[in-house]
């Protein structure tokens, strides 16, 4: 049964620490997302990967946070140095999104990763 | 401008009672898909459904069943005889065309199956 795989699944910190998530998407998905979820804000849209290549990261504060695909097996996310208001459980997705129409195109996420940063 | 609306923040109901949660959606383009996830207490965010723009027929798979109608921009979702186990918060998503590959979530709806 193919699922996206993220670690940490928790992750205590200090504020000012580096945090990074990782996230194995499924098998032949050739999208990524990384997004956040807060009681206040909902699901919010970080970054997204198509084909690993960066299409969108307008979500993310630009100043602590980056997204990387090195391989087609794994996302990062990034946070350095972390403050306490990204407590947050961060997920990551990925889908086979081709042209509209095909089979494809739902995405599947992650358990999530439960930061905490104090 | 895309945006997905979930009006009802919280519904409680008893057990065996229905359920309707309604997504309301806005979008220019003509073809587009819609999705509901369910988050269960723990945690991870479960794909239920997909419908594209252009199949307005309702579907129904077990105690659950979806209304489509594009006349309102709605994709209503129900849950026939709920039970304890359907508690959890209920996301309505949108995925517009034209290039993107972005998914526009609703707040959520969070539902509690009451004994």
């Known amino acids: 049964d193919a699922r996206v795989t993220q670690t940490p699944r928790d992750k205590v910190t200090e504020m000012g620490q580096e945090v990074t998530m990782r996230c194995q998407p499924i098998?032949?998905?050739?999208?990524v997302f990384w997004y956040r979820q807060t009681m206040m804000q909902g699901l919010e849209l970080l970054a997204y990967?198509?084909?690993?290549?960066?299409?969108?990261d307008s979500g993310m504060p630009k100043d602590r946070f980056s997204a990387e695909m090195p391989d087609a097996t794994l996302a990062t996310l990034k946070i350095q140095p972390s403050e306490p208001r990204d407590s947050a459980v961060y997920f990551c997705?990925?889908?086979?999104?081709?042209?509209?129409?095909?089979?494809?195109?739902?995405?599947?996420f992650g358990e999530g990763s439960w930061l905490t940063v104090v | 401008a895309q945006k997905v609306t979930q009006a009802q923040t919280e519904i409680s109901v008893v057990e065996k009672e229905d359920v309707t949660l309604d997504c309301v959606y806005e979008?220019?383009?003509?073809?587009?898909?819609l999705f509901w996830y369910k988050q269960p207490p723990s945690g991870e965010l479960v794909f239920l459904i997909r419908?594209?723009?252009?199949?307005?027929q309702n579907e129904i798979s077990g105690r659950y069943s979806w209304n489509f109608q594009k006349s309102t921009s709605s994709f209503n979702f129900t849950i026939t005889a709920s039970q304890v186990v359907d508690s959890a918060v209920y996301f309505c998503?949108?995925?517009?065309?034209?290039?993107?590959?972005?998914?526009?979530f609703g707040t959520g709806t969070r539902l509690k199956v009451l004994a």
């Open positions: 997705a990925s889908g086979l999104v081709l042209k509209i129409w095909s089979s494809g195109n739902t995405i599947y």
């Open positions: 098998l032949g998905h050739n999208t």
């Open positions: 990967f198509r084909n690993r290549a960066p299409l969108d």
């Open positions: 979008t220019r383009d003509t073809t587009y898909y």
């Open positions: 419908r594209n723009s252009f199949d307005e």
């Open positions: 998503a949108l995925i517009r065309t034209s290039g993107t590959y972005k998914y526009i």
